[in-house]
């Protein structure tokens, strides 16, 4: 079990940038969990963001933000990150970071954070 506490969030103005952290519980182990970022917005359903593979080899985005948001995962640190760039007022949401177990071999995301509000005025 792993527990996940996101921060960094706030209020930006549009075309600016945030940094997104997720602090994990079981640092010695962090390396074996593949992480990933979803989000929500007021009305809408729970969206995947980006995520990258336990090994950290391979990462993955959402077609809406490619080229702007980069996931990245330190494992010393036991810490994954969201670097937002280039925002605009649609990536107003509450952000969640999301840990897997690989050894479980299911594919899907067992461990959530509470999440951090991202605002982004116009």
């Known amino acids: 079990q792993v527990n996940l506490a996101e921060s960094g969030g706030g209020l930006v103005q549009a075309g600016g940038s945030l940094r997104l952290s997720c602090a994990a519980s079981?640092?010695?182990?962090?390396?074996?969990?593949?992480v990933g970022w979803f989000r929500q917005a007021p009305g809408k359903e729970r969206e995947f963001v980006a995520g990258l593979s336990w090994t950290g080899g391979t990462s993955y985005y959402a077609d809406s933000v490619k080229g702007r948001f980069t996931i990245s995962k330190d494992n010393a640190k036991a810490m994954a990150y969201l670097q937002m760039n280039s925002l605009t007022p649609e990536d107003t949401a509450v952000y969640y970071c999301?840990?897997?177990?690989?050894?479980?071999?299911?594919?899907?995301?067992?461990?959530w954070g509470q999440g951090t509000q991202v605002t982004v005025s116009s």
């Open positions: 079981n640092g010695q182990h962090f390396r074996n969990y593949a």
């Open positions: 999301a840990a897997d177990l690989a050894a479980l071999g299911d594919g899907e995301y067992e461990y």
